[in-house]
């Protein structure tokens, strides 16, 4: 069983900063793109940032400049830097993954629980 557990939600004044984490756990052969949306109340998800296995990004242009997204495969875990936080940026954040489980040459695609981001003074 393949899990990913999101952390590092939090209340925060405009202009702070957060780091969210997700970490992969279970019999994982490997992580392919890691990505992370989010998805404020009445709105639909939408992707943030993503990171391929051999580093490339992306990001959502109202983040570019202010989130820095990484990885750490040894960890199988990928972090969200949050900087300049507006009230824009509340929402509830997801992280998603593509996995190959060892012993299965199928990809997975599994989501976190999401961890939720409140911006407001």
């Known amino acids: 069983q393949v899990q990913l557990v999101e952390s590092g939600g939090d209340f925060v004044q405009p202009g702070g900063s957060l780091r969210l984490s997700c970490a992969a756990s279970?019999?994982?052969?490997?992580?392919?793109?890691m990505v992370w949306y989010r998805q404020a109340p009445g709105n639909q998800r939408e992707l943030v940032a993503a990171?391929?296995?051999?580093?490339?990004?992306n990001y959502e242009d109202s983040v570019k400049g202010r989130f820095t997204i990484s990885r750490d495969n040894a960890k199988n875990t990928v972090y969200l830097l949050m900087n300049s936080l507006k009230p824009a940026d509340t929402a509830v954040y997801y992280c998603?993954?593509?996995?190959?489980?060892?012993?299965?040459?199928?990809?997975?695609?599994?989501w976190g629980q999401g961890t939720r981001v409140t911006v407001s003074s």
């Open positions: 279970g019999i994982i052969f490997k992580i392919n793109t």
């Open positions: 990171i391929t296995s051999g580093g490339t990004t």
């Open positions: 998603n993954a593509q996995i190959l489980k060892v012993g299965d040459p199928r990809i997975y695609d599994y």
